[in-house]
Structures are given as structure tokens and as C-alpha cells.
T-cell receptor
Framework: AQKITQTQPGMFVQEKEAVTLDCTYDTSDQSYGLFWYKQPSSGEMIFLIYQGSYDEQNATEGRYSLNFQKARKSANLVISASQLGDSAMYFCAMRLKAAGNKLTFGGGTRVLVKP | NAGVMQNPRHLVRRRGQEARLRCSPMKGHSHVYWYRQLPEEGLKFMVYLQKENIIDESGMPKERFSAEFPKEGPSILRIQQVVRGDSAAYFC??????????????FGPGTRLLVL
């Protein structure tokens, strides 16, 4: 069975600094995808970034980048130049090709950006 | 291009009543997923449906919960005889055919169910 672990329940980051959110996963499948979502206090789930297991390059989307280390089974999210609007819960999720497109989520990390 | 629509956004029910949550997927998407989020937790998969078919219901409680995605109209998640432990946010997501690499799964705004 697949499992996603986010070991940081919460963290503070100074505005304009970078922050790294940890995510490790456990699967024996070779074909999978990794996702990061942001959930602000308003509650919606906002898709941020995707990394496929066969992608050789780390994914980047604007200020978001994914540090994908396949051998270590980690998919850390890096947010550069933090903004006050980045304060939210962040969830890492995994999709296994063999299991359809359902997502398995980690427990989340709460980020609070300080001015 | 409208996103995933869910209604109602908030639903209050008394114990023993029924809750019906609706989800309209993004245009062109034929796959719907329901997830439940308990307070201060991550989302947990409940059920995966295609039009008129339940593909995977491994995350659905065995009793009181059911889901459908009819040929016409939205997907419905139905909870019968609600209990306080059903209070949660219920999210719907949609995606296109699974035959293609799905790099995103778009979520609706969620329905917050409160059972009194």
C-alpha cells in the first residue's frame, strides 16, 4: 500500500525567504505521480505542482519547485521568496498508475509567513 | 471554462437525517473522485466513479454512504442517518480519461457538513 509522510506539522518562515516542505513516500510501484496542493484558510484545494516518476528534471512552477530525489523517495516542495499569501496548509499527494487516479495525501504542513 | 462545482458549500443536518452532496466535474472530464477531510487532517479517498459506474469504492464506509454518477447530471454523494462523526469537508475532484497521463486533478471548493 502507498503512504505519504509529511513530518513537519507546522513552520514559520520570514517574508521573502525560501522555505522547504518535506514529503516522503513509500511505494513499490515504478509509475507514479507526486502532487502538491495548497489549502488556504478559505478551504479550497489549489493545485501547485506535479512531478512524474519518470521525469528527469525537477518540476518548477513560478515560485514553486519540487526537489525530487527518487532514490530517497522524497519530493520536497520549495517555495522561494515567501509572501504573506503563502500562509496556508500544504499537502503532498501521490497517485499510482496501477490504482487509477485516486490520490493518497499526507497529513499536511501548516506554513505561517511572518512579515 | 468552469471548474469543478460543488453544492451546497455548507450543509447542516441533525443526527439521523440524510445529506446529499452534489458535484459537477469540469467540462470534458468523465472521472469523479470524492474525498473526505476531517478537521486538522489530510484528505482521504472515498470513491472513484465514471459515468454510470463505480470504479473504486475502497475508501467508502460500508454503511450509510453511497455514491453515484449518472449519465446525465452531477455526481451525488449520499450519507444516510448522519452522525456527528460525519462532520467534515467533502471534496470532489475530476480528471479526464485515465488512458492519458493525468498531471493534475482539479478539486471543487468542497462541502462543509456539520451534524448537530
Amino acid at each position: 500500500a502507498q503512504k505519504i509522510t509529511q513530518t513537519q506539522p507546522g513552520m514559520f518562515v520570514q517574508e521573502k525567504e525560501a522555505v522547504t516542505l518535506d514529503c516522503t513516500y513509500d511505494t513499490s510501484d515504478q509509475s507514479y505521480g507526486l502532487f502538491w496542493y495548497k489549502q488556504p484558510s478559505s478551504g479550497e484545494m489549489i493545485f501547485l505542482i506535479y512531478q512524474g516518476s519518470y521525469d528527469e528534471q525537477n518540476a518548477t512552477e513560478g515560485r514553486y519547485s519540487l526537489n525530487f530525489q527518487k532514490a530517497r523517495k522524497s519530493a520536497n516542495l520549495v517555495i522561494s521568496a515567501s509572501q504573506l499569501g503563502d500562509s496556508a496548509m500544504y499537502f503532498c499527494a501521490m497517485r499510482l498508475k496501477a490504482a487509477g487516479n485516486k490520490l493518497t495525501f499526507g497529513g499536511g504542513t501548516r506554513v505561517l509567513v511572518k512579515p | 471554462n468552469a471548474g469543478v462545482m460543488q453544492n451546497p458549500r455548507h450543509l447542516v443536518r441533525r443526527r439521523g437525517q440524510e445529506a446529499r452532496l452534489r458535484c459537477s466535474p469540469m467540462k470534458g472530464h468523465s472521472h469523479v473522485y470524492w474525498y473526505r477531510q476531517l478537521p486538522e487532517e489530510g484528505l482521504k479517498f472515498m470513491v472513484y466513479l465514471q459515468k454510470e459506474n463505480i470504479i473504486d469504492e475502497s475508501g467508502m464506509p460500508k454503511e450509510r454512504f453511497s455514491a453515484e454518477f449518472p449519465k446525465e447530471g452531477p455526481s451525488i454523494l449520499r450519507i444516510q442517518q448522519v452522525v456527528r462523526g460525519d462532520s467534515a469537508a467533502y471534496f470532489c475532484a475530476s480528471s479526464p480519461e485515465t488512458g492519458v497521463v493525468v498531471k493534475t486533478q482539479y478539486f471543487g471548493p468542497g462541502t462543509r457538513l456539520l451534524v448537530l
